[in-house]
C-alpha cells in the first residue's frame, strides 16, 4: 500500500495550534499527511514530499529593502525559517503552497516585493477583513490556477495587511480581486509553487478551494516519484 505524501506546514507559534487542525483536514481530504513546523521545531525538507508556507504576522521589511511601518507585527525567527525553507525547496524542487503570508514569503524568497499597506494603496474604503468568502477575485486566463480551480470568479476571504508587490523571480500573477490586488501568484513550470493570498484552509466546504490542496498532493506524489510536478497537477485536475 502507497504511503501518504507528508506535507510540512509551517506555522505561527501564537496561532498555530488553532489552524493546523484546519490544513491537516484539507490535506486528510486531499489524500495527504501533514507534519507541523515552526520556529523551535525540526524542519528537513528531505524528509517530506510538499511545504506549505502558512499564514500569520507580516513578513519583514528588511528582508525586501522597506522599512518597518508603525503597525507591522512581526516575527523574525519565523522569517527566517521560511525564506530558507522557500529557497531550499526551489533549489530541492520540493513543491510549495503559500497561503496568505506564505505566498508573500515566497515572493520575497525568489526576490519580489511586497506593499507594506496594500489597503491604503488599493482604496481604504474597499477594505475586507473576515474569514468569511465576501470577497471577488477574478482568476487569470491560462494559467495553472485557472485549470486547477476553473477560471470563472471566485469568492474568498482576507485577512492580511500586506501583498505582492514586484514579483519574485519565475513567477508570474495568476489572480487579482476586483480593484487590481494580486491575490494568487504561480510558477508556471517545475516545481510547482503557487500562492494566493487568501486562506482556503477556512474553506474547506468550497470545492475550488478543496483543489488547491489535492493539487499541492498531486505533485508530492510527483515529486516523490521523480516525475513532472506541473503535468501531474494538469493530469489530476
Known amino acids: 500500500m502507497t504511503t501518504k505524501p507528508v506535507i510540512a ?5 501564537r496561532s498555530g495550534w488553532r489552524i493546523f487542525p484546519l490544513v491537516w483536514f484539507n490535506l486528510w481530504l486531499a489524500g495527504g499527511g501533514a507534519v507541523r513546523w515552526g520556529v523551535g521545531r525540526p524542519a528537513n525538507l528531505e524528509e517530506v514530499d510538499g511545504l506549505i508556507i502558512g499564514g500569520g504576522d507580516d513578513v519583514g521589511p528588511e528582508l525586501y529593502g522597506g522599512t518597518i511601518g508603525l503597525s507591522a507585527e512581526l516575527d523574525r525567527d519565523r522569517d527566517d525559517l521560511e525564506r530558507g525553507l522557500a529557497t531550499e525547496a526551489l533549489d530541492q524542487g520540493v513543491p510549495v503552497l503559500g497561503i496568505c503570508r506564505g505566498a508573500q514569503m515566497m515572493n520575497v524568497a525568489f526576490g519580489g516585493s511586497l506593499d507594506q499597506n496594500a489597503w491604503q494603496t488599493f482604496g481604504k474604503a474597499k477594505k475586507i477583513k473576515t474569514i468569511l468568502p ?7 486566463e491560462d494559467t495553472l490556477l485557472a485549470r486547477i480551480c476553473g477560471p470563472e470568479r471566485m469568492r474568498v476571504n482576507a485577512l492580511h495587511t500586506q501583498a505582492v508587490d514586484s514579483l519574485g523571480r519565475g ?10 490586488m494580486i491575490q494568487a501568484i504561480e ?4 516545481p510547482f509553487a503557487v500562492g494566493v493570498q ?10 475550488r478551494q478543496r483543489l488547491l490542496f489535492k493539487a499541492l498532493v498531486a505533485a508530492a ?3 516523490r516519484a521523480s516525475r513532472a510536478q506541473v503535468d501531474a497537477v494538469l493530469k489530476d485536475a
Open 187 to 190: 510558477r508556471p513550470t517545475d
Open 134 to 140: 465576501k470577497r471577488d477575485v477574478d482568476v487569470l
Open 9 to 13: 506546514v509551517t506555522t505561527s507559534q
Open 221 to 223: 506524489r510527483a515529486y
Open 171 to 180: 513567477l508570474r500573477v495568476a489572480a487579482r480581486d476586483t480593484w487590481g
Open 198 to 207: 487568501w486562506h482556503p484552509e477556512h474553506l474547506f466546504y468550497a470545492r
